[in-house]
């Protein structure tokens, strides 16, 4: 099930992908996605009984939250936009790494040398995955280097929201913590993209088919986890770094992109290697 998710995480970035080709905007984009995922969620946590009065104390941190999952969501898609999905979601899956060194930083965990081989592996295989050399690197960093950023940027905000759900955000449900940072993230794309006239909506029936498919695809993905990580041992949730695979694979299918066998071979290092990190810690 795990497995499914993320294979349906992935499926919402190669749809979003489309979309865009097709004339969609990043902020209609993630605007229409967080709008619907936030008002299923809305139904769901009614329907489940669910408080959904945030304390007064948590009402700012959930706030900053929001705005951090705007900047993630904003960010990871205008990398999707650029450069293929899979090589985004794996510039993106650093975000562990990131959020170790963070904690090892503030002091929350001490530094740990069993950490540094699979950061290491995992770069190295990153750097064979978006298809880096030595002799060809500032021609390749052209071509991908703004989308390789913006999935940076993703990740570096996703971190901090690791961090706030871990120590500030804890005693929150996780339903009614995602509730929040996705209708704030409703709310701030949906302003600024009406503001700046970004609110750009598909051009034919294949940009609408692209933009309802990749809603669909994160609701089941996000509704599917609340389920399923209660039920499983700490150790499997690592199937989720199933993603970027997912993704080369639908990317290969649906969209007609291709990758090197070296490239395809940094890709499941990069994943293993995060993997690793993930389950060594535990």
């Known amino acids: 099930m795990l497995l499914g998710v993320g294979a349906a995480f ?8 489309i979309a865009f080709d097709h004339g969609a905007s990043v902020a209609a984009s993630v605007t229409v996605r967080a709008l619907t995922t936030a008002l299923i969620l809305f139904v769901l946590m009614r329907f489940q009984g669910v408080p ?35 090589l985004a979601l794996l510039v ?72 706030l759900n871990a120590n500030a955000l804890k005693p929150l449900d996780n339903r009614l913590r995602t509730f929040v940072m996705t209708a704030v993230t409703a709310v701030i794309l949906g302003v600024a993209g009406a503001a700046s006239d970004g609110l750009t909506l598909p051009r034919d ?47 290969w299918l649906v969209l007609g992109h291709t990758v090197t066998p070296l490239q395809l071979a940094g890709a499941f290092v990069t994943v293993g290697s995060i993997a690793w990190l993930g389950v060594s810690k535990r």
């Open 92 to 163: 993106f899956q650093t975000s562990p790494m990131l959020y170790v060194l963070l904690t090892w930083a503030l002091g929350k965990e001490a530094p740990r040398w069993s950490a540094l081989p699979p950061m290491i592996v995992a770069l190295i295989g990153l750097a064979f995955a978006l298809d880096l050399h030595w002799h060809e690197l500032a021609a390749r960093w052209t071509e991908i280097g703004t989308g390789v950023l913006w999935a940076l940027a993703s990740g570096i905000s996703m971190v901090i929201v690791y961090y």
């Open 205 to 251: 029936a294949v940009g609408w088919t692209g933009l309802a498919l990749l809603t669909g695809f994160y609701c089941v993905a996000m509704i599917s986890v609340f389920f399923v990580i209660p039920r499983v041992p700490a150790t499997t949730t690592a199937a989720l770094n199933f993603e970027p695979i997912a993704a080369l694979a639908l990317a």
């Open 52 to 86: 959904m009065a945030l304390p007064r104390g948590l009402r700012a941190k959930a706030l900053v939250a929001g705005v951090l999952i705007a900047a993630q969501s904003y960010s990871l898609y205008s990398a999707v936009a650029l450069i293929p999905p899979a």
């Open 10 to 17: 992935a499926a919402n970035h190669v749809s979003a992908r």
